[in-house]
């Protein structure tokens, strides 16, 4: 079926990045929480279920057809059941099973051909999404380094992840993509976690690291007496700097940004 071990696949980069997020001193997951995914053609090489980011290996990946889980996601008449296979290789030998989760990676990769999508649960940014602020405690910058790393970001609401996830996460996507002419840097997942989108490793990394200190800030402000943010004059004005723009090019999802990088590092 759709779902394979594909060892070959996973690159170096991707390596890099699960291992460098799963840091036990980094805070950002336990155990075998959290995924990463490297969209390669017309596949995503995504974390295995049950896999740990911090020890990951070529062996802890699975590769999955992106449209055949697209067409899931836009198919109301998909199911659970029908994700469970698809999700399973349908192997001789040694079977693979990507994460549940997987469905957060294929939803970005249908509104955008990026490379790296990184989900985390950090627990200072958790800690906010299960608050009774989940909603509004990031829906306005408070210092411009987290405006230029992070962008607009966007929260969805808490689901079940898998198919419901999958589909509500699709869904807000698109109303971003639509509302405000980019895909978000970071995805806030209310009672859930976090997904970092990019272009690069840096990135994905830059966007999971400013996330955790974005999140320090505010429960430090909301301990000091409440979250005041950057106000509508300051972000607009931010957002028409040139400068700005290719400060938030370099970390985003677009194929300009991987452009951009390119010229930078050679
Ligand atoms: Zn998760």
């Known amino acids: 079926m759709s779902t394979r071990h594909a060892p070959d696949l996973v690159s170096d980069e991707l390596l890099d990045l699960t291992r460098r997020l799963g840091a036990p001193e980094r805070d950002l997951v336990i155990l075998a929480e959290g995924n990463t995914s490297e969209l390669v053609g ?39 059941e029908q994700l469970t296979r698809a999700l ?30 990184a989900h985390t ?13 989940s909603e509004t405690a990031f829906a306005e910058p408070v210092y411009s380094d987290e405006l230029m790393v992070l962008g607009r970001p966007l929260h969805v609401p808490y689901a079940e992840p ?7 996460f699709a869904r807000r996507l698109r109303e971003h993509l639509d509302e405000w002419g980019e895909v978000p840097s970071l995805v806030l997942l209310g009672n859930h976690g976090i997904v970092a989108i990019s ?35 300051a972000t607009t004005h931010y957002f028409a700097r040139s400068d700005f723009a290719d400060r938030r090019a370099a970390l985003s999802a677009t194929a300009e940004a991987a452009q951009l990088q390119e010229g930078t590092a050679s």
């Open 121 to 133: 649960h950090p627990t200072p940014v958790l800690a906010l999404l299960a608050s009774v602020r």
């Open 199 to 233: 272009q690069s490793v840096e990135g994905a990394d830059a966007i999971s690291a400013m996330a955790v200190k974005s999140a320090r800030v505010r429960l430090g402000a909301l301990q000091a007496g409440g979250i005041r943010g950057l106000g509508e004059d």
């Open 42 to 80: 017309d596949e995503i090489v995504v974390k295995a279920s049950g896999a740990s980011m911090r020890d990951a290996d070529r062996s802890s990946f699975a590769a999955v057809d992106l449209a055949a889980l697209a067409d899931l996601i836009d198919d109301p008449s998909g199911d659970q």
């Open 88 to 117: 399973e290789e349908d192997g001789r030998g040694s079977t693979v099973r990507a994460s549940i989760e997987t469905m957060v990676h294929v939803a970005v990769r249908m509104v955008s051909s990026v490379r790296f999508v």
């Open 162 to 168: 898998g198919l419901p996830l999958g589909r509500l």
